[in-house]
């Protein structure tokens, strides 16, 4: 086994269990904690394959937007200061894990069917695709992502202009 | 005899890879890894004693400012202040409140120690002396921000402490809009050099980036000044409001790795500030490049202590929020679209496969070309326009702000109390 392996089957242990621990423990609060420590792992996992890019935009996005947004509502949520002895096992949780195991098998054959690009001579670091992701996505050609870029671009900044629209309201 | 002592860290540390691989013997993947962690651990040590020197500066340039000594009971000029504060820290009683969540209480600390540390990963500290020569350095540096988000949260919420969630809920609710800007600043600078990188950064500065995006500096430096949590910013723990928040119930060292975690995110951002603003490690050829880097380095810390810690009174929890989202953000936006467009018309740079060259004369060097300065003049020119732009937008504040100077002169002798603004945020 390679120092690449031991590594990966670390990080991917802790992600799952951190991610099973997610689901079955009492405590909101702890619960969003080790969806944080998923998300680490993920990105983790990413910077080992070599996609140094994904994985600090994983941390940028999840962790500092989705889990702060939810740690935030949380903690905005009045009662969930006193959860000892309530269960996370409410009446729906079979309804949950059936909705979870059918995003898992729409998931698959897509997993299944791409093409992965595999680090060849299993060197230890990061690798970065930073400059192929760039062309990919400034590519108009039919192979690029350029009018996708263009609306996600235009999208956000909408939305930021908005929220200085919506703070300044003498403007 | 400049060349050897410029490269003499690369030296020491090329000699030790070869004394691990042919002394010793040890199989390449070893060697690679004895060597990452070696990496790792001068540059956690550098930042340690980093930490030490800056609890020692604060207090002294801030006692200056003050009109008082600072520190100067514990050895020469309380040089050994530091270490007395240290052995203070290790020695005391750790207390737990009863009711604390007891594992994220005690996780949070070095939750907060520990991406202010990886911050000195991606930074250059001189010519190829890098730890991590991460292509997207600079959004590593920014999502390294967001963990220390969590830290905060977790301290507060894990103290069950009324005080420390609030100051938790502020610092994460101004956190995470100094982000804004703080980013945009950046925008300006990634659209000059065209990477990521923060040694590409520093390669393309033919000109300190602070004189063509001075705006942008300004910006910068005020975001990260909140972003650190520094004074006027500090309302996360505003010791006469919340008596500093979040780290209300934590002791000793614990409380100490809190501190670690701030004051070694205002030195990240400072060498971020050397990096980005002030040229990083290029410099004419006199002292080497990791001298240049340092000083740079230092003269940004100095900046923080003197023009924000010492200089202004704490602003309030709506002044703060407005400041960001109507003045610092818009500022931000304007600044990227303008750059657009003059990068366009005097680029800094130019990509050849790949590979970065500067285009015009070698300011920082002291070569005595002078083809920097129309790129310069064409950048100021275009950051004065922004201000332009941006006085006329905000006319109504401008003249606010000098009829409250007149109002104090001409009253001179009976002091009205100052005007508060009174705007709230919208619901």
């Known amino acids: 086994m390679t120092a690449e392996q031991i590594v990966f089957f670390i990080i991917a242990t802790i992600t799952v269990v951190a991610a099973l621990g997610m689901v079955s423990v009492a405590s909101v609060f702890h619960a969003a904690l080790l969806m944080v420590l998923t998300f680490l792992g993920i990105a983790a996992l990413y910077m080992v394959m070599g996609v140094g890019f994904m994985g600090v935009i994983q941390v940028l996005i999840y962790v500092g937007a989705i889990a702060v947004l939810m740690i935030f509502a949380i903690m905005l949520t009045p009662k969930v200061m006193q959860v000892e002895g309530r269960s996370r096992y409410t009446k729906q949780w079979p309804y949950a894990a059936m909705l979870a195991s059918g995003f898992l098998v729409v998931l698959v054959p897509p997993l299944m069917a791409t093409p992965w690009p595999v680090q060849k001579d299993g060197e230890l670091g990061v690798r970065d695709y930073a400059v192929e992701l760039g062309m990919a996505f400034m590519d108009p050609g039919a192979n690029g992502y350029l009018l996708v870029f263009w609306l996600t671009a235009a999208l956000l900044l909408v939305a930021l202009i908005g929220s200085i629209v919506i703070a300044r309201e003498d403007l | ?427």
């Not at chain 2, 000594?69 to 270490?83: E, S, V």
Request: aromatic share 12%.
């Open chain 2, 1 to 427: 005899m400049l060349q050897a002592i410029d490269q003499i860290f690369i030296t020491i540390f090329g000699l030790f890879s070869s004394f691990l691989l042919d002394t010793l013997g040890l199989p390449t993947e070893l060697a690679q890894i004895i060597a990452i962690l070696v990496q790792a651990i001068v540059v956690c040590t550098f930042a340690a004693t980093t930490f030490l020197a800056l609890t020692y500066t604060e207090r002294k340039v801030i006692a200056r400012v003050q009109d008082r000594i600072g520190p100067n009971r514990a050895g020469p000029f309380g040089l050994l202040q530091p270490l007395a504060d240290a052995i203070k820290m290790f020695t005391k009683e750790q207390t737990v409140p009863d009711v604390a969540d007891k594992l994220i209480f005690h996780i949070a600390p070095i939750f907060a120690a520990a991406p202010a540390l990886m911050f000195f990963a991606v930074i250059p500290f001189g010519e190829d002396m890098v730890a991590s020569d991460l292509d997207v350095g600079l959004i590593y540096i920014i999502a390294l921000g967001s963990i220390a988000e969590i830290a905060i949260l977790m301290g507060g919420w894990a103290s069950r402490n009324k005080y420390s969630l609030l100051g938790a809920m502020r610092a994460v609710a101004q956190m995470i809009s100094y982000e804004i800007p703080l980013v945009l600043s950046f925008m300006g600078l990634i659209l000059i050099t065209g990477s990521l990188n923060l040694n590409d950064m520093v390669v393309a500065q033919v000109v300190p980036f602070i004189l063509l995006q001075p705006l942008a500096f300004l910006i910068f430096v005020t975001a990260a000044a909140a972003e650190t949590g520094r004074s006027p910013f500090d309302i996360m723990e505003a010791e006469s409001e919340i008596i500093a928040g979040f780290h209300t119930e934590y002791a000793g060292m614990q409380f100490g790795l809190f501190q670690m975690g701030e004051f070694l995110g205002f030195y990240g951002q400072a060498c971020i500030m050397a990096t980005l603003f002030f040229g990083g490690w290029r410099g004419p050829e006199m002292i080497p490049s990791w001298l240049w880097f340092w000083l740079k380095s230092w003269i940004g810390i100095f900046i923080f202590q003197w023009a924000f810690r010492s200089t202004f009174p704490r602003l309030r929890v709506d002044q703060l929020q407005a400041f960001c989202w109507k003045f610092l953000v818009p500022a931000a936006v304007l600044n990227v679209f303008v750059t657009a467009v003059v990068v366009k018309i005097a680029p800094v740079v130019s990509w050849q496969n790949g590979v970065l060259e500067t285009v015009g004369g070698d300011f920082l060097g002291l070569g005595f070309g002078l083809g920097w300065l129309p790129v310069t003049a064409i950048y100021l020119a275009a950051n004065a326009i922004t201000i332009a732009i941006l006085a006329v937008l905000y006319r109504g504040e401008v003249r606010r702000t000098v009829a409250q100077f007149e109002v104090r002169e001409l009253s001179a002798e009976q002091p009205s109390a100052p005007r508060l603004d009174t705007e709230a945020l919208p619901a």
